[in-house]
Protein backbone atom coordinates (compact mmCIF):
# COMPACT_ATOMS: atom_id res chain seq x y z
CA UNK A 1 0.00 0.00 0.00
CA UNK A 2 1.49 3.32 -0.94
CA UNK A 3 2.31 6.17 1.60
CA UNK A 4 -0.46 8.33 -0.45
CA UNK A 5 -3.04 5.54 0.21
CA UNK A 6 -2.12 5.36 3.78
CA UNK A 7 -2.09 8.91 4.34
CA UNK A 8 -5.94 9.18 2.66
CA UNK A 9 -7.34 6.63 4.97
CA UNK A 10 -6.25 7.98 7.92
CA UNK A 11 -7.56 11.30 7.03
CA UNK A 12 -11.28 9.35 6.36
CA UNK A 13 -11.04 7.76 9.63
CA UNK A 14 -10.26 11.33 11.42
CA UNK A 15 -12.80 12.35 9.96
CA UNK A 16 -14.98 9.60 10.65
CA UNK A 17 -14.21 10.50 14.64
CA UNK A 18 -14.36 14.14 13.58
CA UNK A 19 -18.27 13.46 12.76
CA UNK A 20 -19.09 10.95 15.47
CA UNK A 21 -17.50 13.48 18.33
CA UNK A 22 -19.73 16.19 16.43
CA UNK A 23 -22.57 13.82 16.78
CA UNK A 24 -22.49 13.55 20.21
CA UNK A 25 -22.23 16.72 21.68
CA UNK A 26 -24.97 17.05 19.78
CA UNK A 27 -26.93 14.40 21.17
CA UNK A 28 -25.93 15.67 24.64
CA UNK A 29 -26.97 19.76 23.89
CA UNK A 30 -30.53 18.08 22.72
CA UNK A 31 -30.64 16.37 25.92
CA UNK A 32 -29.11 18.72 28.19
CA UNK A 33 -32.00 21.11 26.69
CA UNK A 34 -34.43 18.86 27.26
CA UNK A 35 -33.69 18.47 30.79
CA UNK A 36 -33.05 22.31 31.39
CA UNK A 37 -36.09 23.45 29.60
CA UNK A 38 -39.03 20.59 30.37
CA UNK A 39 -41.10 21.06 32.97
CA UNK A 40 -43.51 18.43 34.77
CA UNK A 41 -47.65 19.02 34.31
CA UNK A 42 -48.25 20.19 37.05
CA UNK A 43 -46.08 22.88 38.58
CA UNK A 44 -45.22 23.69 42.32
CA UNK A 45 -45.76 27.56 43.24
CA UNK A 46 -42.24 27.48 42.99
CA UNK A 47 -41.71 26.00 40.30
CA UNK A 48 -44.22 28.47 38.64
CA UNK A 49 -42.27 31.34 40.63
CA UNK A 50 -39.02 30.27 39.19
CA UNK A 51 -40.60 30.09 35.58
CA UNK A 52 -42.55 33.00 35.77
CA UNK A 53 -39.76 34.82 37.07
CA UNK A 54 -41.68 36.75 39.97
CA UNK A 55 -41.50 36.73 43.78
CA UNK A 56 -44.39 35.56 46.31
CA UNK A 57 -46.21 38.62 46.36
CA UNK A 58 -46.87 38.68 42.47
CA UNK A 59 -47.28 34.84 42.62
CA UNK A 60 -50.20 35.36 45.42
CA UNK A 61 -51.97 38.16 43.24
CA UNK A 62 -51.81 35.63 40.46
CA UNK A 63 -53.24 33.13 42.27
CA UNK A 64 -55.99 35.05 43.53
CA UNK A 65 -56.92 35.79 40.09
CA UNK A 66 -60.33 33.79 39.03
CA UNK A 67 -58.87 33.31 35.69
CA UNK A 68 -55.43 31.85 36.41
CA UNK A 69 -54.87 27.83 36.37
CA UNK A 70 -54.61 26.81 39.64
CA UNK A 71 -55.82 23.02 40.36
CA UNK A 72 -56.49 23.20 44.15
CA UNK A 73 -57.66 19.10 44.52
CA UNK A 74 -54.08 18.00 44.92
CA UNK A 75 -52.42 20.86 46.85
CA UNK A 76 -51.63 23.65 44.99
CA UNK A 77 -50.52 23.17 41.73
CA UNK A 78 -50.13 25.01 38.34
CA UNK A 79 -51.18 23.18 35.03
CA UNK A 80 -48.63 23.86 32.92
CA UNK A 81 -49.94 23.97 29.35
CA UNK A 82 -53.45 26.00 30.70
CA UNK A 83 -50.70 28.29 32.54
CA UNK A 84 -49.14 28.44 29.10
CA UNK A 85 -52.26 29.29 27.50
CA UNK A 86 -53.22 31.94 30.42
CA UNK A 87 -49.80 33.49 29.09
CA UNK A 88 -50.72 33.51 25.79
CA UNK A 89 -54.61 35.07 26.54
CA UNK A 90 -53.03 37.82 29.07
CA UNK A 91 -50.20 39.00 26.80
CA UNK A 92 -51.05 42.20 25.17
CA UNK A 93 -48.55 41.74 22.22
CA UNK A 94 -51.37 43.44 19.78
CA UNK A 95 -51.69 46.59 21.57
CA UNK A 96 -47.79 46.82 21.69
CA UNK A 97 -47.12 45.57 18.73
CA UNK A 98 -49.91 48.41 17.14
CA UNK A 99 -47.97 51.41 19.31
CA UNK A 100 -44.59 50.31 17.77
CA UNK A 101 -46.14 50.58 14.49
CA UNK A 102 -47.80 54.03 14.98
CA UNK A 103 -44.32 55.45 16.01
CA UNK A 104 -42.54 54.36 12.64
Do not use: C
Not at 59 to 87: C, H, N, T
Request: no cysteine; net charge neutral; glycine share 4%.
Amino acid sequence: MSVEKIQELEQQISLLKIQELIKQAYEQGIEDARSKYSYPELLTRSEAMSLLKVGETKMSELMARQDFPVFREAGVKIPYRLLMKWIEKNTQIHEISGKFNKAI
